[in-house]
């Protein structure tokens, strides 16, 4: 699981208002969809460079670009260079940023955290989401390789809703969206893992079952402090005083900003969870422990008047000797033994220690 402090691009060498150079890998290679839509018609094209200026700002249509895996700063540029992004979001889309609402006054940019499981390693992974809204055109930047907006697409393909009567402003809206419902899926595989490992912790509590309450407590402190900047982030997004987003889509952004309220509320109460796992494992550790004692101590118990018994006839002593002579002492030793542990067996029974 990848760590909040973790600084994925070398940027501490290069001077201000330089994109860097240096990207992490991506799995897959480079692609660029373009999509150009109004209320009749949709248009979508896919390209792994850029060729020419996606320039559309001058139609009536809207245009969202995604550009997935982005790993050559010279992709940024071109396409920085057509929008007139500034250089410094350049420079923030190719680095870790903190989730974050800024206004440019033509654009918006948006830095969100999108979760997901990794399906190779089945831990806890993160993808940077940077969102340019403009005027009529919408610039999404994805760093992992994948189809975050899958439902986005199918919804513009099919004419589904109302995301293709609406504005840019609506279309960034349901980009954001998208990004907080992954949460409540997370939350989900969450909440599932918690009830295996609250089975594992009252029946059969093992060292793994310690590693894994150590993990969901990493994944949950990981989670907290990538929901709560994003909360400030929609927050400022829904109050900020730009025409680029009208009322009517910052009731949407009010209703995102209430979902992102109650992820909060639920990784504050898994976090109490966790914290609680490690009580119950604890405690459990010691009830087992107890248990084991307990069965030992009886088992010693009954056999004390046994050893007594046993250390008593065996004493070289010639008396001892004599009266040991007769064929039935030995049986009636034994007898005596049987019956003080059937004894001292049906007490601890009538006491309820075991």
């Known amino acids: 699981m990848p760590s909040a402090q973790t600084k994925r691009y070398g940027l501490m060498d290069l001077p201000p208002s330089t994109i860097p150079r240096l990207r992490a890998q991506c799995n897959g290679e480079l692609e660029i969809t373009v999509a150009i839509y109004d209320e009749i018609s949709y248009r979508e094209t896919s390209v792994s460079e850029v060729n020419g200026c996606f320039l559309h700002q001058k139609e009536s249509a809207i245009t969202w670009i995604d550009v997935q895996c982005l790993h050559r700063a010279e992709t940024l540029d071109a396409i920085g260079e057509c929008y007139g992004i500034h250089p410094l979001v350049l420079e923030d889309i190719l680095s870790n940023q903190r989730p974050k609402a800024e206004d440019y006054d033509n654009y918006i940019f948006v830095v969100l955290k999108a979760l997901y499981y990794s399906a190779d390693t089945a831990d806890l992974d993160i993808d940077q989401v940077s969102v340019i809204l403009g005027k009529n055109y919408v610039l999404s930047f994805r760093e992992k390789d994948g189809d975050l907006f899958k439902g986005i697409r199918e919804h513009?393909?099919?004419?589904?809703?109302?995301?293709?009567?609406?504005?840019?402003?609506?279309?960034?809206?349901?980009?954001?969206?998208?990004?907080?419902d992954r949460y409540f899926m997370v939350l989900e595989v969450i909440g599932g893992r918690f009830e295996d490992i609250e089975d594992e912790v009252v029946t059969v509590p093992e060292r793994s079952t310690l590693m894994d309450i150590y993990t969901l407590k990493r994944e949950m402190l990981f989670l907290r402090h990538s929901v709560w900047p994003m909360r400030e982030a929609i927050s400022g997004l829904g109050r900020m005083d730009s025409v680029l987003i009208t009322d009517n889509t910052k009731?949407?952004?009010?209703?995102?900003?209430?979902?992102?309220?109650?992820?909060?509320?639920?990784?504050?109460?898994?976090?109490?969870?966790?914290?609680?796992?490690?009580?119950?494992?604890?405690?459990?550790?010691?009830?087992?422990?107890?248990?084991?004692?307990?069965?030992?101590?009886?088992?010693?118990?009954?056999?004390?008047?046994?050893?007594?018994?046993?250390?008593?006839?065996?004493?070289?002593?010639?008396?001892?000797?004599?009266?040991?002579?007769s064929p039935w002492t030995f049986h009636c030793i034994v007898a005596v033994m049987v019956a003080i542990a059937i004894t001292m067996l049906s007490y601890f029974k009538r006491r309820g220690w075991f």
Not at 262 to 281: F, G
Not at 296 to 302: D, P
Request: proline share 1%; aromatic share 8%.
């Open 156 to 180: 513009l393909r099919t004419a589904k809703g109302k995301i293709r009567r609406m504005g840019a402003d609506y279309l960034a809206y349901a980009l954001i969206d998208s990004i907080v």
């Open 251 to 325: 009731i949407y952004l009010r209703d995102v900003y209430d979902h992102t309220i109650q992820v909060i509320d639920s990784v504050e109460t898994y976090r109490d969870m966790s914290a609680s796992l490690l009580d119950t494992y604890l405690s459990s550790l010691s009830n087992k422990l107890n248990e084991i004692i307990k069965v030992l101590t009886i088992i010693s118990t009954i056999f004390i008047p046994m050893t007594f018994l046993t250390g008593l006839f065996g004493m070289n002593v010639q008396a001892m000797i004599n009266a040991l002579a």
